[in-house]
């Protein structure tokens, strides 16, 4: 339990510009709009300029939260980026960011906890914070995913956008209290494989054979980790509720990890709580890993979806496997 409380002070977002949709998408591989709509419900995903790397998405976001949160770069003592497609394997995404940001004070690292990667930096940044460690510190969920993903794979393709989102934390002031957070996860199970980026890292380092067996983009086994995640959005979700002594309808506003509609359709059924208290936006970002949570949370509020007072609940699921939850009273 933390001694003070910690708040989000200000949120920013960033998408590219760039658009790939559906049409664009049966060009390059054999797929239909009307295949990819019924089975995702994603309509078009954004891509960042090919000169552009990872830190200059998390840049545009992060400079929205600081400015939104009236504070400047040099106020910053800690910035963790979450991500799985990283500037470079070292130094970190993060300080590759300080430089941009010319926040100079800051520690900076990177977290890799694919999807659920924002809520691992939610619970890092709340370590910080609430110990009385920091008083200022920036969490951003950014990737750059049209660079991992293989365009001759109509299975995973189809998925993945270019985004980021960020948040100042601050101790709190009473508004957007982080409640609580839960973080678990499981190394262990064969379905931890079934998402991977295998070449690159010290098992497999980069070689011809494997460039050319595209092992330097990600593969996902989109089945096994659709169960894993109706299982464990439901999970969360229902224990988050349990943590605060409430039923799962008592809570205002359920902002997921924007996958796959049906698979939040799915957990809407089995929590009997209504679909439209989760806000979607994957139908124009498709899935931006750890950016899709902080983007999703941003427009949420910029659009009045969630609102002053309102029970939040974030709920998330990734590669690892590695899940998570966090409540926060808007
Ligand atoms: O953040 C976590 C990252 N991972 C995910 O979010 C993945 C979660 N999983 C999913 O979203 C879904 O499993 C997918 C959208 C990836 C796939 O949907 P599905 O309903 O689970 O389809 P499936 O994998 O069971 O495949 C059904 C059929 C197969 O054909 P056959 O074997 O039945 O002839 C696939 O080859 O659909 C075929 N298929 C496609 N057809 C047209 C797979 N991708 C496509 C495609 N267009 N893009």
Same mark, same amino acid.
Request: with cysteine; proline share 4%.
């Given at each position: 339990?933390?001694?003070?409380?910690?708040?989000?002070?200000?949120?920013?977002?960033?998408?590219?510009?760039?658009?790939?949709?559906?049409?664009?998408?049966?060009?390059?591989?054999?797929?239909?709009?009307?295949?990819?709509?019924?089975?995702?419900?994603?309509?078009?995903?954004?891509?960042?300029?090919?000169?552009?790397?990872?830190?200059?998405?998390?840049?545009?976001?992060?400079?929205?939260?600081?400015?939104?949160?009236?504070?400047?770069?040099?106020?910053?003592?800690?910035?963790?980026?979450?991500?799985?497609?990283?500037?470079?394997?070292?130094?970190?995404?993060?300080?590759?960011?300080?430089?941009?940001?010319?926040?100079?004070?800051?520690?900076?690292?990177?977290?890799?906890?694919?999807?659920?990667?924002?809520? /691992?930096?939610? *619970? $890092?940044?709340?370590? !910080?914070? %609430?110990?009385?460690?920091?008083?200022? +510190? &920036?969490?951003?969920?950014?990737?750059?995913?049209?660079?991992?993903?293989? /365009?001759?794979? *109509? $299975?995973?393709?189809? !998925?993945? %956008?270019?985004?980021?989102?960020?948040? +100042? &934390?601050?101790?709190?002031?009473?508004?957007?209290?982080?409640?609580?957070?839960?973080?678990?996860?499981?190394?262990?199970?064969?379905?931890?494989?079934?998402?991977?980026?295998?070449?690159?890292?010290?098992?497999?380092?980069?070689?011809?054979?494997?460039?050319?067996?595209?092992?330097?983009?990600?593969?996902?086994?989109?089945?096994?980790?659709?169960?894993?995640?109706?299982?464990?959005?439901?999970?969360?979700?229902?224990?988050?509720?349990?943590?605060?002594?409430?039923?799962?309808?008592?809570?205002?506003?359920?902002?997921?990890?924007?996958?796959?509609?049906?698979?939040?359709?799915?957990?809407?059924?089995?929590?009997?709580?209504?679909?439209?208290?989760?806000?979607?936006?994957?139908?124009?970002?498709?899935?931006?890993?750890?950016?899709?949570?902080?983007?999703?949370?941003?427009?949420?509020?910029?659009?009045?979806?969630?609102?002053?007072?309102?029970?939040?609940?974030?709920?998330?699921?990734?590669?690892?496997?590695?899940?998570?939850?966090?409540?926060?009273?808007?």
């Amino acid at each position: 339990m933390s001694p003070r409380k910690t708040c989000i002070a200000a949120m920013g977002s960033y998408v590219p510009e760039g658009r790939i949709t559906n049409e664009d998408l049966e060009r390059m591989v054999d797929t239909s709009d009307e295949w990819i709509t019924s089975r995702t419900g994603i309509k078009e995903r954004r891509k960042a300029p090919p000169d552009k790397c990872t830190s200059d998405l998390a840049y545009e976001a992060a400079s929205v939260a600081i400015d939104r949160a009236g504070i400047s770069p040099a106020d910053l003592e800690a910035v963790i980026v979450s991500t799985i497609s990283p500037d470079m394997n070292f130094p970190s995404t993060a300080c590759f960011l300080q430089k941009k940001l010319r926040c100079l004070n800051a520690a900076c690292w990177d977290i890799s906890a694919a999807c659920s990667g924002f809520l /691992y930096a939610l *619970r $890092s940044g709340r370590a !910080l914070v %609430g110990s009385g460690d920091c008083e200022n +510190v &920036l969490i951003v969920g950014s990737e750059f995913m049209t660079k991992i993903t293989n /365009y001759e794979d *109509r $299975s995973s393709c189809i !998925l993945f %956008g270019d985004a980021a989102g960020a948040a +100042v &934390l601050q101790p709190s002031n009473s508004r957007r209290e982080i409640l609580d957070i839960f973080t678990a996860s499981d190394g262990y199970s064969e379905a931890a494989m079934s998402m991977v980026l295998r070449c690159g890292g010290t098992q497999s380092p980069f070689c011809q054979e494997a460039l050319d067996r595209k092992e330097h983009l990600q593969v996902i086994r989109g089945r096994e980790v659709y169960k894993f995640a109706i299982t464990k959005l439901t999970e969360v979700i229902t224990q988050a509720a349990e943590r605060q002594g409430i039923p799962v309808s008592e809570i205002d506003a359920i902002i997921p990890h924007q996958a796959n509609l049906r698979i939040l359709q799915s957990v809407a059924k089995r929590l009997d709580y209504p679909e439209e208290r989760f806000f979607i936006n994957l139908d124009k970002y498709g899935n931006s890993s750890a950016a899709s949570v902080p983007l999703a949370l941003d427009e949420a509020d910029r659009q009045g979806f969630i609102k002053e007072g309102d029970l939040v609940v974030l709920a998330v699921f990734g590669g690892g496997l590695t899940w998570a939850s966090a409540t926060i009273r808007w």
